[in-house]
């Protein structure tokens, strides 16, 4: 009987949607360093589970998924070995620098470093600053980094709009919530994509016959966040935890050693005891102010309520100046209607959480609107050799994005909240 490794793997790893995960040895290196180990104890989709018990899945799993998936567009585009080499191994680490319960994390690390901070400096500070990163990585350090955060061809395939990253949460997440909506061809897409090259230098495209698969991967990706990623009790949970590290930054409860990037030495060592279990069990032993509240309450899904819930529309806000005051409000004029909203209403401080959501899918702009962008609209190399981006697309034609106003509180006072709420906005709520 035949052995299932092929010539260069190293390790099989059990996977849920692939079958296997076949590594080369210094793949292996790179997944057994306690900076990928630490992915293992960081959820891929946050506070996601409270409304889907069984998204539990892992940041580690989508690294190996991603990694599976980048590996096989590298072969259907023809890429060299060692490029081939480069590529998986930058979409293994590509998450690497996520905190606790993943994108949340950015928000207190923004609130420390400033707002263009992300995990996406964070990777590149592990890589450059954590030895066993550095050993595991090896000669090839440099150009992996290159192609996490560059912007050329290689770096298509982990991060553009049609890349590894995004074809594999979207299945994986589909997979470990039990909803339909994430699910997409995978084998027309990849076995689609194709290598153009237009002005500057090469990108990654699709050919025509993969347009139907294509439209149905854009549609999960829009699905997916209107019905999963954006759910009202998600968002609702997720602000809580972000509330309960920042006011422990702030009452001091939560060392900002664990936040401030500035001496990448320092930081690095402790930003890596971070996890959804470390971050918890700190603010509960260590803070007696609010955010220890706010973390029991999510453990007991205690959930503060919707009690105001307004769409920025037309229809709603006629008023088109008004309507964009909404949408553009600063941090500083969601704090300052939060406040109001407090008094008004008779609820403690910090217990009327204002929230905007805007559901805008990038893969529905049209290609105008996203030069200077990082992620484009992808493009299509028709029969005739002539290249295009899906601006014909009828979803992209009729799609704009869907933004609403949410005014979260205690169950107690929703009444009183939703009427102070109108106040303050000036609009009957449609909840």
């Given at each position: 009987?035949?052995?299932?490794?092929?010539?260069?793997?190293?390790?099989?790893?059990?996977?849920?949607?692939?079958?296997?995960?076949?590594?080369?040895?210094?793949?292996?290196?790179?997944?057994?360093?306690?900076?990928?180990?630490?992915?293992?104890?960081?959820?891929?989709?946050?506070?996601?589970?409270?409304?889907?018990?069984?998204?539990?899945?892992?940041?580690?799993?989508?690294?190996?998924?991603?990694?599976?998936?980048?590996?096989?567009?590298?072969?259907?585009?023809?890429?060299?070995?060692?490029?081939?080499?480069?590529?998986?191994?930058?979409?293994?680490?590509?998450?690497?620098?996520?905190?606790p319960y993943?994108?949340?994390?950015?928000?207190?690390?923004?609130?420390?470093?400033?707002?263009?901070?992300?995990?996406?400096?964070?990777?590149?500070?592990?890589?450059?600053?954590?030895?066993?990163?550095?050993?595991?990585?090896?000669?090839?350090?440099?150009?992996?980094?290159?192609?996490?955060?560059?912007?050329?061809?290689?770096?298509?395939?982990?991060?553009?709009?049609?890349?590894?990253?995004?074809?594999?949460?979207?299945?994986?997440?589909?997979?470990?919530?039990?909803?339909?909506?994430?699910?997409?061809?995978?084998?027309?897409?990849?076995?689609?994509?194709?290598?153009?090259?237009?002005?500057?230098?090469?990108?990654?495209?699709?050919?025509?016959?993969?347009?139907?698969?294509?439209?149905?991967?854009?549609?999960?990706?829009?699905?997916?966040?209107t019905q999963?990623?954006?759910?009202?009790?998600?968002?609702?949970?997720?602000?809580?935890?972000?509330?309960?590290?920042?006011?422990?930054?702030?009452?001091?409860?939560?060392?900002?050693?664990?936040?401030?990037?500035?001496?990448?030495?320092?930081?690095?060592?402790?930003?890596?005891?971070?996890?959804?279990?470390?971050?918890?069990?700190?603010?509960?032993?260590?803070?007696?102010?609010?955010?220890?509240?706010?973390?029991?309450?999510?453990?007991?899904?205690?959930?503060?309520?919707?009690?105001?819930?307004?769409?920025?529309?037309?229809?709603?806000?006629?008023?088109?100046?008004?309507?964009?005051?909404?949408?553009?409000?600063?941090?500083?004029?969601?704090?300052?209607?939060?406040?109001?909203?407090?008094?008004?209403?008779?609820?403690?401080?910090?217990?009327?959480?204002?929230?905007l959501q805007?559901?805008?899918?990038?893969?529905?702009?049209?290609?105008?609107?996203?030069?200077?962008?990082?992620?484009?609209?992808?493009?299509?190399?028709?029969?005739?050799?002539?290249?295009?981006?899906?601006?014909?697309?009828?979803?992209?034609?009729?799609?704009?994005?869907?933004?609403?106003?949410?005014?979260?509180?205690?169950?107690?006072?929703?009444?009183?909240?939703?009427?102070?709420?109108?106040?303050?906005?000036?609009?009957?709520?449609?909840?």
């Open positions: 009987m035949s052995s299932p490794f092929l010539y260069w793997e190293r390790k099989l790893v059990r996977d849920p949607l692939y079958g296997f995960v076949g590594l080369t040895t210094s793949e292996d290196r790179i997944l057994n360093t306690f900076a990928m180990q630490r992915l293992a104890r960081i959820k891929q989709l946050a506070h996601a589970y409270i409304v889907y018990p069984s998204a539990v899945h892992n940041r580690l799993e989508h690294a190996l998924g991603t990694l599976s998936i980048a590996g096989r567009m590298c072969d259907q585009l023809s890429v060299t070995k060692r490029d081939k080499q480069i590529v998986r191994a930058a979409a293994l680490i590509h998450d690497v620098g996520h905190g993943s994108h949340l994390f950015e928000e207190p690390m923004r609130f420390v470093n400033g707002e263009d901070f992300n995990h996406e400096n964070v990777t590149k500070l592990i890589a450059e600053h954590d030895p066993s990163m550095r050993r595991a990585l090896g000669k090839i350090r440099e150009e992996v980094l290159n192609v996490l955060s560059g912007d050329s061809f290689l770096s298509d395939i982990v991060s553009s709009s049609l890349d590894a990253d995004k074809m594999d949460y979207l299945r994986r997440d589909s997979y470990h919530t039990g909803v339909a909506y994430g699910i997409f061809d995978l084998e027309r897409v990849v076995r689609s994509v194709c290598r153009i090259h237009e002005t500057d230098r090469d990108y990654v495209a699709i050919e025509e016959k993969g347009m139907e698969a294509l439209e149905s991967y854009r549609l999960a990706r829009y699905s997916m966040h999963v990623y954006e759910h009202h009790a998600r968002l609702i949970a997720d602000d809580m935890f972000v509330r309960a590290v920042i006011g422990g930054i702030q009452s001091g409860t939560l060392s900002k050693e664990y936040f401030d990037a500035s001496n990448a030495d320092k930081f690095v060592p402790k930003f890596m005891e971070l996890d959804d279990n470390s971050i918890e069990h700190y603010i509960m032993e260590h803070s007696t102010d609010q955010s220890r509240a706010l973390i029991e309450d999510i453990r007991s899904r205690r959930l503060l309520k919707r009690a105001y819930v307004l769409p920025l529309t037309q229809e709603k806000v006629p008023n088109p100046l008004r309507r964009e005051k909404l949408i553009n409000m600063t941090k500083d004029k969601v704090q300052e209607a939060e406040r109001k909203i407090s008094v008004e209403a008779k609820v403690e401080p910090g217990r009327v959480i204002v929230h805007s559901i805008t899918i990038k893969l529905y702009e049209k290609f105008e609107e996203s030069i200077g962008k990082k992620e484009k609209p992808i493009l299509i190399l028709r029969r005739d050799g002539s290249v295009s981006s899906l601006d014909e697309s009828p979803i992209s034609a009729s799609l704009t994005p869907i933004r609403r106003l949410f005014v979260f509180c205690p169950e107690r006072k929703v009444n009183a909240v939703k009427s102070a709420a109108e106040k303050q906005f000036q609009v009957k709520s449609t909840y």
